[in-house]
């Protein structure tokens, strides 16, 4: 399957792509990192006429089209600005039209490639029941929260991530690991990542809040799929109450992958 990793999955978190890429492998998949991919711009562009910063997320879409169809992505922000993307250039005529005249493709692109998120490839490419039977170190009940944050869910009508308002894919993971899930009430809220420069006591408040939720409602960990949502948790809190990691990790960790899976690929999920 193509993939996208991202920037930031080839820099400070590292650890989501490898482990991804180990339980992937682990798990039947091969994930095919797309040649020649560019940064996907981390903030999708509200402004309708603002074309330039979408340009690199349509190569990416037109590439997978052209390679099977489909494009597994993982970061949070770049599922949430590709998927994006994708829409504008299926739905939007004067996007479309722009970016196309812009980039002068061999056949130009209109929407064609499914967008897919390694949570949305675990649950309806591989399952989670075949997952369960390949636990090689269970959770043993650990109580474990997702926080999904906002990327990946909003808006609705385009992310079609999963039920807005009581999400539950990184539950039924946690479960076939092993784990008892725990839903916690700010674990679809904000995190304030993309002001945590401008205004870093506001993102720090926000972060305050999402870890006390997850702690009252008596989590052990928390798992998420953003390396936004994970700084500002564990780095821009006075206080981390309750460990956080990436879910890849914890996944990787469960099936028994080893901390060097692939050669020349180290992976950090087992520490």
């Not at 996208?4 to 994930?31: E, F, H, I, M, S």
């Not at 997320?57 to 590439?63: K, N, T």
């Not at 926000?206 to 702690?215: C, P, W």
């Not at 080893?258 to 690929?265: C, H, M, N, S």
Request: proline share 5%; aromatic share 6%; net charge neutral.
């Amino acid at each position: 399957m193509n993939y996208y990793p991202g920037c930031t999955l080839k820099t400070k978190a590292r650890q989501l792509d490898t482990c991804a890429r180990n339980a992937a492998a682990a798990l039947g998949v091969d994930l095919q990192e797309l040649p020649e991919w560019q940064c996907c711009g981390a903030v999708y562009p509200l402004a309708r006429d603002e074309i330039g910063t979408k340009l690199s997320s349509v190569r990416a879409l037109a590439a997978a089209r052209d390679n099977g169809g489909e494009l597994v992505t993982l970061c949070s922000a770049c599922h949430h600005v590709i998927k994006r993307v994708n829409d504008d250039m299926a739905n939007d005529d004067l996007i479309r039209t722009r970016a196309n005249n812009y980039l002068q493709l061999p056949q130009p692109y209109a929407g064609e490639t499914k967008v897919i998120h390694y949570l949305e490839m675990l649950r309806d490419t591989v399952g989670f029941a075949a997952i369960k039977e390949k636990v090689q170190n269970s959770l043993g009940g650990k109580k474990v929260a997702a926080y999904y944050g906002c990327l990946l869910l909003r808006p609705s009508k385009v992310m079609q991530f999963d039920k807005p308002d009581n999400p539950s894919i990184v539950e039924d993971l946690i479960a076939a690991m092993g784990g008892e899930p725990v839903k916690f009430p700010k674990r679809s809220q904000c995190c304030g990542g993309y002001v945590t420069l401008g205004n870093k006591e506001g993102a720090q408040a926000r972060t305050e809040a999402v870890l006390a939720s997850a702690a009252k409602s008596g989590a052990e960990l928390i798992l998420t799929a953003c390396p936004l949502c994970l700084y500002n948790l564990t780095q821009n809190a006075t206080e981390t109450t309750v460990p956080v990691k990436y879910f890849t990790e914890v996944l990787a960790e469960a099936l028994g992958v080893p901390a060097e899976a692939e050669a020349g690929r180290a992976c950090a999920c087992t520490h």
